[in-house]
């Protein structure tokens, strides 16, 4: 569970609750991703299909909830997913760690974390075994819509904002920049007042001092738009770029231009909304 921190949970109420629950369970996952709900606007869950090896596809549902204290490892945020796939437990103790480190490590709302966070993945393989590799890939593919949700859900947010880092020394190099970018307060308030002040997206990666970073191969992007060239500020017409910044989803790219290194992070914008939620949230 996630709620105020040192307020002990009602201990006797969630004992007497959980007596007579198993004749109330429901097949609609959103149920339970409402029930576990604290400051989430709506419910997330995602359902997606898995081939089998006779053309019978498994199931796999994953259901979420956090909005806000999420940075990695998750924080407060609660993932479960479920699948009728049989595969053995060393291989999807391994999927999950790998597809959790791309997705859900990946994403931040506040860069606050907390002492309650969990994401498990329960398979009861009554739909027969299937490809891990398949997989794999249906549960990155189902995660990293959820931890998309979970971005443009955050406390206060209005935009989601997407990261791609490229050219890094290394995929490790790469996170470390993707993710000073998405946490960025200025980056967020740049991207939620839609102020072209991109000199803070060079700013983000200088301060990350322990990456490989040559400022005169750095090139930045916004929806696709030129905004950093050479470690420079590039020539860009301000109501485009401003336009693109108060797009639904905002597009970052960053290219190191010192290897092969890639990285993808999630977060938004940062608003008075964010504020609002936060300064009374005890009292309240």
Same mark, same amino acid.
Not at 129 to 151: G, Q
Not at 241 to 256: F, G, K, N, P, Q
């Given at each position: 569970?996630?709620?105020?921190?040192?307020?002990?949970?009602?201990?006797?109420?969630?004992?007497?609750?959980?007596?007579?629950?198993?004749?109330?369970?429901?097949?609609?996952?959103?149920?339970?991703?409402?029930?576990?709900?604290?400051?989430?606007?709506?419910?997330?869950?995602?359902?997606?299909?898995?081939?089998?090896?006779?053309?019978?596809?498994?199931?796999?549902?994953?259901?979420?909830?956090?909005?806000?204290?999420?940075?990695?490892?998750?924080?407060?945020?609660?993932?479960?997913?479920?699948?009728?796939?049989?595969?053995?437990?060393?291989?999807?103790?391994?999927?999950?760690?790998?597809?959790?480190?791309?997705?859900?490590?990946?994403?931040?709302?506040?860069?606050?974390?907390?002492?309650?966070?969990?994401?498990?993945?329960?398979?009861?393989?009554?739909?027969?075994?299937?490809?891990?590799?398949?997989?794999?890939?249906?549960?990155?593919?189902?995660?990293?819509?959820?931890?998309?949700?979970?971005?443009?859900?955050?406390?206060?947010?209005?935009?989601?904002?997407?990261?791609?880092? !490229?050219?890094? #020394? &290394?995929?490790?190099?790469?996170? @470390? $920049? *993707?993710?000073?970018?998405?946490?960025?307060?200025?980056?967020? %308030?740049?991207?939620?007042?839609?102020?072209?002040?991109?000199?803070?997206?060079?700013?983000?990666?200088?301060?990350?001092?322990?990456?490989?970073?040559?400022?005169? !191969?750095?090139? #930045? &992007?916004?929806?696709?738009?030129? @905004? $950093? *060239?050479?470690?420079?500020?590039?020539?860009?017409?301000?109501? %485009?770029?401003?336009?693109?910044?108060?797009?639904?989803?905002?597009?970052?790219?960053?290219?190191?231009?010192?290897?092969?290194?890639?990285?993808?992070?999630?977060?938004?914008?940062?608003?008075?909304?964010?504020?609002?939620?936060?300064? *009374?949230?005890?009292?309240?």
């Amino acid at each position: 569970s996630t709620g105020v921190i040192g307020v002990p949970l009602p201990i006797e109420r969630i004992e007497s609750g959980l007596r007579g629950m198993a004749a109330l369970l429901q097949a609609d996952p959103l149920v339970g991703a409402r029930g576990m709900m604290t400051t989430d606007s709506h419910p997330k869950a995602i359902s997606v299909e898995i081939e089998g090896p006779d053309g019978d596809p498994a199931v796999l549902t994953v259901v979420a909830k956090g909005s806000g204290m999420i940075a990695p490892n998750m924080a407060t945020m609660l993932a479960y997913a479920f699948t009728d796939a049989r595969l053995d437990a060393p291989t999807l103790d391994a999927v999950l760690r790998r597809v959790v480190a791309r997705t859900f490590n990946m994403l931040s709302v506040d860069t606050d974390t907390s002492t309650s966070d969990t994401c498990a993945l329960l398979a009861n393989g009554l739909a027969g075994p299937v490809d891990p590799l398949h997989f794999e890939a249906a549960l990155t593919e189902a995660c990293e819509a959820m931890t998309e949700m979970l971005a443009r859900d955050g406390e206060g947010a209005t935009r989601l904002l997407r990261v791609v880092v !490229r050219g890094a #020394a &290394t995929d490790a190099e790469a996170r @470390v $920049v *993707a993710r000073a970018l998405v946490e960025s307060p200025l980056i967020k %308030t740049m991207v939620h007042g839609g102020d072209p002040n991109v000199g803070r997206i060079l700013m983000a990666v200088g301060k990350c001092v322990d990456v490989a970073v040559d400022p005169e !191969r750095v090139h #930045a &992007t916004l929806g696709g738009l030129p @905004v $950093v *060239a050479g470690g420079r500020r590039a020539e860009f017409d301000d109501g %485009t770029v401003r336009a693109t910044l108060l797009l639904d989803t905002v597009e970052l790219s960053v290219d190191l231009g010192v290897g092969s290194g890639e990285a993808r992070a999630w977060g938004c914008d940062l608003s008075r909304g964010y504020v609002d939620e936060n300064a *009374a949230y005890y009292s309240s």
